[in-house]
């Protein structure tokens, strides 16, 4: 890859910590790596969390962390590459239509306007946070939900131990705006590589949205598809995430010159 540069974003209810283990990873192969945190999540958890219900969040929608993504990717010294987790994933695939990185890695990506589930997972988990009666204030998933719907596959104190260092409150506005024009894509338009993945017992965002997103794509750009047998949603950062940050890395390396 003839990039040395990585840029890592990630999703929602979470700020960059959540990289923490890639970012050394990735530094000790020589790459330049970097996590920057969505529009006002340059805080601590505890600070995020003390400051909940924060009216400021409530009003950051997903158009404001793409933009604010691709102004620090400008400001870099070369086009990287991006890995996005959730949300994450799914500005990956809107920056790859902006032309400004190499190469996208959406990880368990939420879904772009129009690709939908009727998955009673999918429902149970999101609901919460698009609850349309609660959109002007933001939410903090209680342990329970973050159990089922992104650690589902853990032991309780893995569980217990991912939500209290990583889980933040976020904004309704997110994910409700990624379901009109902020998030919409063009599945036809020429852009650079671009790896989607799913955990096969992902409850939040179920395997088989990211593979119809993936299905989504047409032409001749390179997209592929990878599905982890045995995995939910927070990949990322459970036991076993060396493997998806191998694999993503690998495929970097082979399909951007």
């Not at 620090?72 to 070369?78: A, P, Q």
């Not at 933001?138 to 992104?150: K, L, S």
Request: net charge neutral.
């Amino acid at each position: 890859m003839k990039t040395k540069t990585i840029v890592l974003i990630h999703g929602m209810f979470m700020n960059p910590l959540c990289w923490e283990k890639w970012l050394l990873y990735y530094e000790s192969k020589g790459y330049k790596v970097i996590a920057p945190a969505w529009p006002g999540r340059d805080k601590s958890v505890e600070e995020l969390r003390k400051a909940h219900p924060d009216s400021e969040l409530a009003k950051l929608k997903l158009g404001d962390i793409v933009e604010h993504i691709e102004s620090v990717i400008k400001g870099l010294d070369e086009k990287p590459a991006i890995i996005g987790h959730s949300m994450g994933g799914l500005v990956v695939q809107l920056l790859l239509q902006r032309d400004v990185v190499v190469a996208g890695v959406a990880i368990d990506p939420a879904a772009p306007a129009g690709v939908f589930t009727t998955e009673w997972s999918f429902i149970k988990s999101n609901f919460p946070a698009i609850n349309p009666f609660l959109l002007n204030r933001p939410v903090m998933m209680t342990f329970e939900h973050f159990q089922y719907a992104f650690a589902n596959t853990l032991p309780l104190d893995e569980q217990r131990a991912a939500y209290d260092r990583y889980m933040v409150p976020e904004s309704r506005g997110v994910p409700t705006s990624s379901l009109g024009a902020a998030g919409k894509v063009d599945f036809t338009r020429p852009r650079r590589p671009l790896l989607i993945t799913a955990g096969e017992q992902d409850h939040i965002i179920p395997a088989s949205l990211n593979r119809s997103n993936y299905e989504k794509y047409k032409g001749t750009f390179i997209t592929d598809f990878r599905e982890f047998a045995g995995r939910d949603h927070f990949l990322i950062g459970s036991r076993g995430w060396e493997e998806i940050a191998d694999y993503a890395l690998d495929w970097l390396n082979q399909k951007v010159d």
